[in-house]
């Protein structure tokens, strides 16, 4: 005899994620994810990896549970660098949602869209409440996938009229810059001297370089960095001088501890230790603290992910789905 499934579950590919989770409504998504952090609204583990071997790729899992919306979610997310360029993108995986009365899964969600968007609205939060409110010109160090994301959210918080992009491959950055200034209709080029993009009143890396690609000795007072790119222990995009003279904070200090490679080899120099780490953007948020003590301060905003980002993003998703009859629904 068939059994009748007990409860029905949503599959929502990317092109569903992309289209039901826009930039604009995503940032206001973060700033609750900060605050939830904050509040004690929400359970989250450090999050784990396993890398391959050979060190070409690894998958991760994050999971955590939010009271309002309430959910239990993880994320499961393969990281391999070298897919850059390619069809299938460096990071590739899903979010899945269970519901807090029987813990039954409810929905399926592309992580690698979720990921792309989520982390770029957040920084922009970040950016928001820490960079000055004059802030007009943005150094990107990179040209891939958060690059692209990130250029978008920024330019929702603040009305940047010169936009600098630095990588490696000169080439790269000048397809890069050509394609955002055609999209976004704003001043954005390429340089090929990364202390050109790093003299920018808001600087955001995002690479996947192991060694730092910003020195500490470039900045200037006033300034606001964004470090998003080095998300193990083992890498770090800015040196120790950029950590040691930034007013430092972070998503999630648990994660900044175990996984922020910059801060790690700082703190392993003896350079700074815990305490260096001012708080998070959640506590500026709720006015626990304050973002500047002075005009002149030089903020840093350590980007590691949360498992309440991607939890909230895919609880909108699912509810823009419902509401507008997106995604497969298969008997569970």
Same mark, same amino acid.
């Given at each position: 005899? /068939? ?17 039901? *989770? ?28 396993? @890398?391959? @071997? ?8 994050? @999971? ?13 997310v393969s990281v391999f660098p070298g897919n850059f ?11 899945? *949602? ?27 939060? $970040? ?70 993009? $790093? ?37 770090? /995009? ?36 815990? $305490? ?23 903020? *840093? ?16 998703? *699912?509810? /823009? ?12």
């Amino acid at each position: 005899m /068939e059994v009748a499934p007990l409860s029905e579950i949503c599959l929502l590919n990317a092109a569903t994620v992309r289209e039901l *989770l826009p930039m604009a409504a995503c940032v206001p998504l973060m700033r609750r994810a900060f605050s939830m952090v904050a509040t004690g609204e929400t359970v989250q583990p450090v999050r784990q990896a396993l @890398p391959l @071997p050979d060190r070409r790729g690894l998958v991760g899992w994050m @999971p955590g549970y939010t009271a309002d919306p309430a959910w239990l979610g993880v994320k499961v997310v393969s990281v391999f660098p070298g897919n850059f360029g390619t069809d299938f993108g460096s990071h590739q995986g899903m979010v899945l *949602l269970f519901e807090t009365t029987h813990g039954a899964p409810v929905a399926i969600l592309d992580g690698r869209e979720i990921t792309a968007i989520r982390t770029a609205a957040a920084t922009a939060v $970040a950016t928001d409440v820490l960079a000055s409110p004059q802030a007009r010109s943005l150094g990107v160090f990179g040209y891939g996938e958060q690059a692209e994301s990130h250029i978008e959210a920024l330019l929702l918080v603040r009305p940047f009229s010169d936009i600098r992009v630095w990588g490696r491959d000169v080439g790269r950055a000048r397809e890069f810059a050509a394609a955002m200034r055609t999209r976004h209709g704003c001043h954005i080029e390429a340089v090929a001297d990364a202390r050109a993009a $790093a003299d920018c009143d808001v600087v955001c890396t995002l690479t996947a370089a192991a060694e730092p690609i910003l020195q500490g000795a470039w900045l200037r007072h006033g300034q606001h960095v964004n470090i998003v790119g080095s998300s193990i222990p083992s890498t770090a /995009e800015v040196d120790d001088a950029t950590i040691v003279a930034g007013r430092l904070f972070v998503d999630f200090k648990d994660n900044a501890l175990a996984l922020g490679g910059d801060f790690r080899r700082a703190k392993a120099k003896g350079l700074i230790d815990d $305490a260096h780490i001012v708080g998070t953007i959640g506590d500026v948020l709720t006015g626990v603290l304050p973002a500047r003590l002075s005009a002149a301060d030089i903020t *840093l905003f350590k980007s590691l992910g949360m498992s309440s980002e991607d939890i909230l993003s895919a609880d909108h998703v *699912l509810k /823009e789905a419902r509401r507008l009859g997106k995604g497969q629904w298969v008997g569970w």
